[in-house]
């Protein structure tokens, strides 16, 4: 199969993957909630209610709201915010937001990949060890721990007690570092189990033995020869880390009162801010997608395996 | 000592008029004495002269035996007098010491020399509307971080709850007609305040300023909804700048509840200047507000903070001695958002942020004994039960048991408020015991004490059985999910705790989480003859008047009024009421009002929890008064020690 046509494939099907959580969102956020309750003060008239429902359209029928969302989707017009100052468009609204969690998803994998591969590396060297046991074990607390907790007892300890970074808010790097180290945990954990076996796996192989075999440096085997191809699917699994930091960042966002997107969701959703919404869910959903289909497409120029399998 | 309020006055005049009459009675043992020993018999004796002689110096001895006696007489009534007088005195003592330990318990503003003016306070808040103009539906709920930009017409009271002049000074000319001075206020760009000006705010936000009618011509993207103040456009006829200075409005009936309610209510009522809505356009005036009040805006950014820095020129001065929602007593304010409260409290014992609002007593039950954090708990609404008394049958079929006044009796009777208040609330609160908390008018603790319904099971039960209920019934207990983020933290708790009271004398109450986006609308507490049979769990916040609470929630025409009144003359009360301007008359007529409500026991009434703030030590967040924080705004007039 020609690249081109690979690509267009994939491109089709990241195109209606996003239509279809899109349109899953718009109708779903439609069964629940009543905007205009939450638009007016607590005491307002019926009349009122039913003056700020026709002016959102929200007395249209279903079908003809989401004709007129498709429409102005497909003019590349995401929607008004309800509840964004002077009205901004949604899109512009998560400009900003969506920065600032894409800045945290890479600082979050950075950390990861900072702690796992050298962990990873170091567990499968001394397989059997201490060190091998002792990261297993902080693989698994990693994974295990949930991340609110983990970021809550951060800002105690070194927001709190020590004082070393703020804690809250998205003003400078140090405010960066605890939220990217609370988020780069989980994925820290499954990086480094692959990193292990991956390398204990390549570690046993021919190519390695001959290496040794022709006196090259333990160094030069372990970085040169090994790494490089332990780290194959470990590659493949980062471009679906970020998407996955990028979308499970929520919580953390909300502990660290980091204005991000996941935060953006959440707000909109407990407002009903539909276009809101449902502009976000497009740029998350066609953000994670295109990171899939980047990563299938590295994966594919990087191994040559692949491109010999597809052809 | 503070000034006395109304109901502290009519405790006064209550107590006075008690004792008088006590005194009127031990007077009256001494008048009724003087009577009896005044009453000489009328003898009818001989005129011979001895007899004469003998009978006019028995008269004279009589005479001086009577006038002897009307002597004592008279100085044992002065004593009694006196006496009464003392006792009045003493209770009159006692009244203003309850009053002052009452109003002791609302901090106030320190001394200004104690005070660092040109302080930077930060105070953390768990969310907000993003848009700025208080008069647009959506963005007025940006109150906690934008009132303080904005005057209203008129203020509240912190101690008694009136509504006293603010930008404007109105007066009565007649029942539905008020005409207000308007004070020369600067604007924060430099131009003043007129009678034009509020006749705008009023148009606009009442949806009647040409330039927005449906939305259709304003230049803001996201449209544009008035709020409507509470009682709405509709209720004005009239309203119109006589002069510069001179505004008038006229209503389409009497409403004695007027000025708390719609000039005085902060947020949607907020007075903005003609020419810079006009100039900017709605969609700026959403991004930036611009009006009279202590703090003049200088930037907003979305999901992390608003700036504020003290506007120099306000027009009252800092040290206006009345409320302590007009001063400014710090140079810059920063409000920040923190959605989680964890990391709320974890900024201000990192020393990020200096004071924190709206916490619930559990929440901030370990810094209470903290000397380097002040813990202050405000009066704010309640929580009742609301009973759906719409329908007449319930979801089986059978009659609606609570029609019945016995099978309501039983449920107040069922329930230990005092428990939930010890248990759930730090043992601060109180309970609630009427339909409505925090207004001007609020029944005195000996009306309280007179309906309230005491925790007593056993009596519960024989109402149960007596209304033929002893085996009891099924009845659903709604409430809405994320129940802490509606009621407080300790909503889902007391849900559960009165879900099991009521359960323990036959109620059988079971427990429905709605999700909150519905909670609130027609299928539920909104819908009147259409929401299901039930029982509701129901807040409600402090209200500046009575009638906004009856109109909204209580009364049979109240949108959000699930337990209509079975008696009609409630209602005829409320609107004898709404229509009398003489103050005293209407305190009286609220008391009735709340009590005759209360007796017949219309909702099961549980708490009126407390709300705690949470500051720094070196910093005071003065209430004022118990309605301190009615408007949302005294966040603006945290002081930091010099």
């Known amino acids: ?192 189990r692959l990193t292990r076996s991956g390398m204990i796996e390549v570690l046993d192989t021919d190519f390695i033995r001959t290496a040794r075999a022709k006196g090259l440096s333990e160094r030069v085997v372990i970085t040169r020869h090994a790494l490089r191809n332990a780290l194959l699917p470990v590659v493949t699994m980062l471009g679906l880390s970020l998407g996955r930091l990028i979308g499970g960042s929520v919580i953390i966002e909300i502990v660290f009162a980091w204005p991000g997107i996941g935060r953006l969701i959440i707000d909109s959703i407990v407002q009903s801010d539909y276009p809101m919404v449902q502009a976000s869910i497009i740029v998350l959903a066609a953000s994670i997608a295109l990171t899939n289909l980047l990563v299938d497409v590295s994966y594919r120029l990087i191994d040559p395996r692949i491109r010999a399998g597809a052809a | 000592m503070s000034e006395r309020n109304y109901w502290t006055s009519l405790r006064h005049r209550k107590i006075s008029r008690r004792t008088m009459l006590k005194a009127s009675s031990k007077a009256g043992v001494g008048a009724a004495g003087l009577a009896l020993v005044g009453c000489g018999g009328d003898d009818d004796d001989d005129d011979a002269a001895t007899a004469a002689t003998e009978q006019a110096e028995e008269q004279v001895e009589q005479a001086q035996a009577q006038a002897q006696a009307e002597e004592q007489a008279e100085e044992q009534a002065q004593a009694q007098a006196e006496q009464a007088m003392d006792d009045e005195q003493a209770e009159e003592q006692a009244e203003e010491q309850a009053v002052e330990a009452e109003e002791a318990e609302f901090s106030q503003p320190w001394p200004l020399d104690q005070v660092d003016l040109d302080a930077s306070i930060v105070a953390g808040i768990s969310s907000r509307q993003e848009g700025t103009d208080m008069q647009r539906a959506g963005s007025q709920g940006n109150v906690y971080s934008h009132g303080a930009v904005f005057n209203a017409a008129m203020e509240i009271d912190p101690v008694d709850g009136s509504a006293i002049p603010s930008l404007a000074a109105p007066e009565w000319i007649d029942p539905v007609t008020l005409r207000a001075t308007v004070e020369p206020a600067p604007f924060h760009d430099g131009s003043i305040l007129t009678a034009h000006d509020m006749v705008f705010s009023y148009d606009r936000m009442g949806g009647r300023a040409e330039y927005h009618q449906g939305g259709e011509t304003t230049d803001h993207p996201g449209g544009w909804t008035p709020t409507n103040p509470t009682r709405g456009a509709e209720s004005w006829v009239r309203n119109e700048a006589v002069d510069d200075r001179t505004w008038s409005f006229e209503l389409a009936g009497p409403d004695g509840g007027f000025f708390p309610v719609n000039l005085a209510r902060v947020g949607e009522v907020a007075i903005v200047s003609q020419a810079d809505v006009e100039g900017r356009g709605d969609a700026a005036v959403d991004q930036a507000p611009m009006g009279t009040g202590p703090y003049r805006f200088v930037s907003q950014t979305a999901d992390e903070n608003s700036v504020f820095e003290r506007f120099e020129d306000h027009f009252l001065p800092v040290d206006y001695p009345v409320t302590v929602s007009h001063y400014a007593h710090n140079k810059h304010l920063t409000v920040v958002l923190r959605p989680e409260l964890q990391s709320r409290l974890a900024g201000l014992e990192a020393g990020e942020i200096d004071l924190l609002e709206s916490l619930g007593p559990d929440v901030v039950a370990p810094f209470v004994d903290d000397p380097e954090f002040t813990v202050q708990f405000e009066r704010t609404g309640q929580l009742n039960i609301y009973i759906n008394l719409w329908q007449q049958t319930m979801d089986d079929g059978s009659p609606n048991p609570f029609l019945d006044l016995r099978v309501r009796q039983a449920a107040n009777h069922a329930i230990n408020r005092q428990a939930l208040i010890d248990n759930l609330l730090l043992g601060v609160g109180q309970q609630s015991m009427f339909a409505f908390s925090g207004i001007g008018g609020y029944p005195t603790a000996e009306q309280k004490q007179e309906v309230l319904f005491d925790y007593d099971p056993e009596r519960a039960r024989a109402l149960m059985a007596e209304a033929g209920y002893a085996d009891g019934f099924d009845v659903p207990l709604y409430i809405a999910e994320s129940a802490e983020s509606v009621f407080g933290s300790f909503g889902p708790d007391m849900a559960l705790a009165v879900e099991q009271e009521l359960n323990a004398v036959g109620i059988r109450a079971e427990l429905r989480q709605i999700p909150i986006s519905e909670y609130f609308t027609d299928a539920y507490t909104r819908g009147r003859e259409n929401a299901p049979p039930g029982l509701f769990f129901f807040g409600a916040n402090t209200v500046p008047d009575v009638g906004s609470m009856w109109e909204c929630c209580t009364g049979p025409d109240g949108f959000f009024t699930l337990s209509p009144p079975l008696d009609p003359s409630l209602d005829e009360l409320y609107q004898a009421l709404k229509v009398e301007t003489d103050a005293e008359r209407r305190t009286e007529m609220v008391t009735q009002l709340l009590v005759e409500h209360a007796r017949q026991a219309y909702f099961i009434f549980l708490v009126e929890p407390p709300r705690a703030s949470l500051t720094a030590a070196d910093v005071n967040w003065p209430l004022g008064g118990p309605f301190g924080r009615l408007n949302g705004r005294t966040a603006f007039a945290a002081q930091r020690h010099v």
């Not at chain 1, 009349?47 to 102005?72: C, H, I, M, S, T």
């Not at chain 1, 994998?109 to 060297?125: D, E, F, S, W, Y």
């Not at chain 1, 059997?128 to 698994?140: C, F, M, Y």
């Open chain 1, 1 to 192: 199969m020609q690249f081109w046509h690979y690509l267009a494939i994939r491109l089709i099907q990241a195109f209606f993957v996003v239509f279809l959580v899109v349109t899953i969102v718009f109708f779903v956020s439609r069964t629940v909630g009543n905007p205009e309750v939450g638009l007016l003060p607590f005491d307002a008239s019926g009349a009122d209610l039913e003056r700020v429902k026709e002016n959102l359209g929200l007395n249209d029928p279903l079908l003809v709201q989401y004709g007129n969302f498709l429409w102005d989707l497909a003019q590349g017009d995401f929607g008004t915010s309800w509840r964004a100052a002077g009205g901004a468009p949604a899109i512009d609204a998560i400009g900003s937001r969506a920065l600032n969690t894409f800045k945290l998803g890479v600082a979050g994998l950075v950390v990861a990949i900072a702690l796992a591969v050298p962990l990873g590396i170091l567990a499968a060297l001394k397989q059997g060890t201490a060190i091998d046991w002792l990261a297993r074990v902080l693989a698994v607390i990693g994974q295990a721990v949930p991340g609110f907790w983990l970021g809550l007892m951060m800002i105690f300890f070194f927001a709190v007690e020590l004082g070393w970074f703020p804690t809250g808010g998205a003003d400078g790097w140090r405010a960066l570092v605890l939220p990217a180290i609370a988020l780069g945990m989980l994925e820290m954990a499954a990086i480094m």
